[in-house]
């Protein structure tokens, strides 16, 4: 089972953490401090997608050097401005990695592994592309 704390630590800033005590801070834009919540959901899909891949790729044996996802949300213009389109940009860089093994890798982790991905799927619709970045000499 999942836990979570938030606590206020003033104005408009919070400390989020974590079963394992791993911290963030948050806050509202105008703060300018943390994370903005709404954002931190963005950041907790790719992360967990992103854990998925790693993991995945490693266990075919096509380790990754480098692995960056760019993530965009479109939210409703209203309150409470949910996100209804999400799409992931997946930049992987890694001696030996095919099409393949990255298509099945992503597909995986978003249809049966993310935890996040199951989560919001059911709200916001999600897409994703990949680039594979060609090892530097």
Known sequence: ?????VRWIGEKKFVGIDSTNHSVVLSTPDDGVGMKPSELLLVA????TAVDVVEIL???RTPLSGLE???NGEQDTDPPWTFR???LKYI???EG???????????LSEEKYCSVSATVRGV???SWEYEILAEEA
């Open 92 to 94: 992987l860089k890694g």
């Open 58 to 60: 490693s266990k075919k």
């Open 45 to 48: 899909l790719a992360a967990c």
């Open 1 to 5: 089972m999942g836990t979570a704390t």
């Open 124 to 126: 916001a619709e999600i």
């Open 97 to 107: 990695l095919t099409e393949k093994a990255v298509e099945q890798a992503i597909h």
């Open 69 to 71: 996802i760019q993530v």
């Open 85 to 87: 389109k999400i799409h």
